[in-house]
């Protein structure tokens, strides 16, 4: 159907551009809301009904008899009929949907995925997660994963080659917290106890790496490997021990969740490269700074911050988005020019400020770069109750927790199926219910239910899924085959309506949808039926939803078993 709708699509681009000269290039479909209006629409003749200076509905009419006599329209659509102001519906002919089932088999796999055209540029990176290595990753580094893996995912359906990298926050004064965190753990102290750092991170993982450390052991991380001294007052020694200590920790979070990277990118190294330093140096050369009270300013005002910005306080040292505008530099420098940060709402301030600190440098970035992606937090619910603390973290609950309480695929779905800046509850009980109110399950159940279908096909015939390409689908021509075929062919669209703006979310509830209009075929028609025809076009249409289902649940990072 696809194939078919582009057609369409070109025709009605060459009418067009016969009745308006220009008006060709805005030629486009609508999918209407209600099935009695038919299967495609096009308010056509509404948009050129002025410029022409002639009635919508007498524009309509005559934009209808010119397709009509259109070759592809004889031959894929059953009727176009005119409605309302101008509105043209269209009504395809049963063969013209039936072309989805192939085009979906035939593609497998790549079904809606877009043609790459990367000599275009379309090189892109996504940065999420990005935790400080200061404690286990929580449930909202859980729904930034979730996020930033499936976002990449989407942008890959669309032909963009797409970069994973996590920037490790490796410097600054929580890296200082943790260190004197573990020096008073290693001393006997615990929290509360007299002498207890205020501001030191409480949870029994602290005691962990105090113990490690003072036992001599050695750690692996990503990238390095450091054995500790077991000198309690090595305070440098802990602080190197204590991020390579966490850095695994994260790692494991990350595997539990089936994450990967590309990269991971120090902060530290921005300033030990020197790149912060000759950052600060750009703003200042293309005269974007200014001394005042002792500390150095960006005149961030001039690209539209709401007030200046302190770069440099008194004592030397940078503030918190001057890295940042480094950083950037340094994306746009590798030759990305799409970047997507997945953040929370808490860095909603930096945006304004790093944007213009982009501007100022005088590099080339465009305005608007990087896009930011901003999640709230999620609360999580168990027994009906708010869970607000973890035993590994001391105060929240941790990704590895919620993993271990439900499942992979849960977590994935469940912090897939809401926007981003919405409030989210995660209910525990709620996804490890094996039943219809579970969406994951729902979902699932739908693909396992079709390849059970598939499976006795071929243990009872001998049927081989691969021939269906093959298959002659003139038998699906009901009123339930012809609603599940058209929610197959909503799928390509979909997928690109999600990756511009950044949203996930509607592919959870595409899925929704899709499993819905299954399980309302598989009530409505028997599949494995005596009339050969009628049951190869129906397992047909029944291997092709399932296909779509797996593309789906891939793009969340969600699996798609065969068996529940």
Same mark, same amino acid.
């Given at each position: ?43 056509? &003749? ?6 022409? %200076? ?14 009509? &006599? ?15 102001? !101008? ?6 002919? #049963? ?20 043609? #790459? ?17 200061? !404690? ?5 580094? !859980? ?130 490269? !020197? ?134 695929? &849960? ?80 799928? #390509? ?41 009628? %049951? ?7 291997? &092709? ?20």
């Amino acid at each position: 159907m696809l194939s078919v709708k582009n057609e369409l699509l070109q025709t009605l681009s060459i009418v067009l551009e016969q009745l308006l000269p220009g008006a060709g290039a805005r030629a486009a479909f609508e999918s209407p809301k209600l099935a009695e209006h038919g299967d495609l629409a096009t308010t056509a &003749a509404m948009q050129i009904a002025k410029p022409l %200076k002639q009635p919508p509905r007498q524009v309509a009419e005559e934009l209808r008899r010119a397709l009509l &006599a259109m070759p592809a329209f004889s031959i894929w659509v059953e009727a176009l009929e005119i409605a309302g102001p !101008g509105f043209i519906n269209i009504r395809l002919k #049963p063969a013209a949907k039936q072309e989805i089932v192939r085009e979906v088999l035939g593609a497998g796999e790549r079904y809606g995925y877009q043609t #790459p055209h990367l000599e275009k540029g379309q090189r892109m990176m996504v940065e999420f997660v990005s935790a400080n290595p200061t !404690g286990p990753l929580h449930v909202g580094h !859980g729904r930034q994963a979730a996020l930033g893996d499936a976002i990449s995912n989407l942008y890959a359906t669309q032909g963009w080659e797409v970069y994973r990298e996590f920037y490790y926050n490796d410097a600054g004064v929580q890296i200082q917290t943790l260190a004197v965190s573990v020096q008073a753990r290693a001393r006997g102290l615990k929290p509360g106890d007299a002498g207890w750092p205020e501001s030191a991170y409480n949870g029994d993982y602290i005691a962990d790496i105090a113990a490690d450390f003072m036992a001599g052991k050695t750690v692996q991380a990503d990238d390095r490997s450091y054995t500790a001294s077991g000198k309690v007052d090595d305070l440098d020694g802990m602080r190197l021990f204590a991020v390579a200590y966490l850095r695994h920790e994260q790692d494991l979070d990350l595997q539990a969740f089936n994450l990967r990277f590309d990269n991971y990118y120090l902060e530290s190294s921005l300033y030990t490269s !020197g790149r912060v330093d000759a950052a600060v140096e750009k703003l200042r050369a293309a005269g974007k700074t200014y001394e005042q009270d002792g500390a150095l300013w960006l005149r961030s005002t001039d690209y539209g911050d709401d007030k200046d910005r302190v770069m440099r306080k008194g004592d030397g040292s940078y503030t918190y988005f001057v890295p940042d505008v480094a950083y950037h530099i340094s994306k746009w420098e590798r030759g990305f020019q799409k970047v997507v940060n997945i953040q929370g709402t808490d860095h909603h301030g930096t945006i304004a400020r790093v944007r213009a600190g982009l501007q100022a440098a005088g590099v080339g970035i465009p305005q608007g770069y990087p896009d930011y992606v901003l999640h709230t937090m999620v609360r999580v619910v168990r027994g009906g109750e708010e869970v607000k603390i973890s035993k590994r973290a001391g105060s929240y609950v941790t990704l590895r927790d919620l993993i271990e309480w439900t499942s992979k695929d &849960a977590v994935r779905f469940f912090l897939l199926s809401r926007k981003p800046d919405t409030e989210y509850t995660f209910d525990v009980d709620l996804a490890v219910q094996k039943n219809n109110d579970n969406p994951v399950y729902y979902v699932q159940y739908a693909h396992a239910r079709i390849c059970s279908v598939l499976a006795t096909w071929r243990e009872k015939d001998g049927g081989d899924p691969v021939t269906l390409r093959d298959a002659d689908l003139a038998a699906l021509d009901t009123p339930a085959a012809h609603t599940l075929m058209l929610k197959l062919a909503q799928y #390509p669209e979909m997928l690109t309506g999600a990756a511009k703006d950044f949203a996930p979310h509607d592919v959870a509830f595409y899925l929704r949808d899709l499993a819905a209009s299954y399980h309302s075929y598989y009530d409505a028609e028997r599949i494995l039926v005596e009339d050969e025809a009628v %049951k190869r076009a129906r397992l047909a249409l029944v291997a &092709a939803t399932a296909q779509v289902l797996r593309n789906g649940l891939a793009v969340l990072g969600v699996s798609a078993p065969e068996k529940m």
